[in-house]
T-cell receptor, first 113, second 112 residues
Framework: NAGVMQNPRHLVRRRGQEARLRCSPM?????VYWYRQLPEEGLKFMVY????????ESGMPKERFSAEFPKEGPSILRIQQVVRGDSAAYFC???????????FGDGTRLSIL | GQQLNQSPQSMFIQEGEDVSMNCTSS?????WLWYKQDPGEGPVLLIA?????ELTSNGRLTAQFGITRKDSFLNISASIPSDVGIYFC????????????FGTGTRLTIIP
């Protein structure tokens, strides 16, 4: 979907485990955004990163959630000690510059048992 | 935080009909985007609007950025089966604030 690659597409974890979601932006894009979507709802912003820097994390829970976008490799959204309420679809988007349209991947559907 | 109210929530139309949906906000937005999401997939960008009053077309789709900067509408002409899906508006409040605020979506169903 528009070249943004997310994996895995589906992830099942038990309560208390860690979830690691990966996102490779479109070629040439250095701005990455993570959103969460619950069923029948719109996407909610979590965090915005630009290579090696977190620019805006105002939508990300203060505990258990972290994100990184290293110089080499994909962006990672990490959820520690997952709980049932973390079950959702997590979408990554990328853009070529901060005022350019964001293009989305097909998401990772996280299910917590 | 900002909220985008999108209406209608769902639409049931016959193939060939025109469709209109809109999005309103309590805050001023400087960018409006319209996305379509199919089941199991991510949102796909349809149209981007950057200036108040701007009217932009993409094939059978037309969208406008409201003069007040608090609303936008999307029209689809002569609907076809592949138009089925959920349409989301999204806005950005200011340059330098890059996060998108999404509407609640309009689910479009085409009756055979």
């Amino acid at each position: 979907n528009a070249g943004v690659m997310q994996n895995p597409r589906h992830l099942v974890r038990r309560r208390g485990q860690e979830a690691r979601l990966r996102c490779s932006p479109m070629k040439g894009h250095s701005h990455v955004y993570w959103y969460r979507q619950l069923p029948e709802e719109g996407l909610k912003f979590m965090v915005y990163l630009q290579k090696e820097n977190i620019i805006d994390e105002s939508g990300m829970p203060k505990e258990r959630f972290s994100a990184e976008f290293p110089k080499e490799g994909p962006s990672i959204l990490r959820i520690q000690q997952v709980v049932r309420g973390d079950s959702a679809a997590y979408f990554c988007a990328s853009s070529s510059d901060r005022d350019q349209p964001q293009h989305f991947g097909d998401g990772t559907r996280l299910s917590i048992l | 935080g900002q909220q985008l109210n999108q209406s209608p929530q769902s639409m049931f139309i016959q193939e060939g009909e025109d469709v209109s949906m809109n999005c309103t906000s309590s805050s001023i937005f400087n960018t409006w985007l319209w996305y379509k999401q199919d089941p199991g997939e991510g949102p796909v960008l349809l149209i981007a609007l950057y200036k108040a009053g701007e009217l932009t077309s993409n094939g059978r789709l037309t969208a406008q950025f409201g003069i007040t900067r608090k609303d936008s509408f999307l029209n689809i002409s002569a609907s076809i089966p592949s138009d089925v899906g959920i349409y989301f508006c999204a806005g950005r409040t200011s340059f330098g604030n890059e996060k998108l605020t999404f509407g609640t979506g309009t689910r479009l169903t085409i009756i055979p």
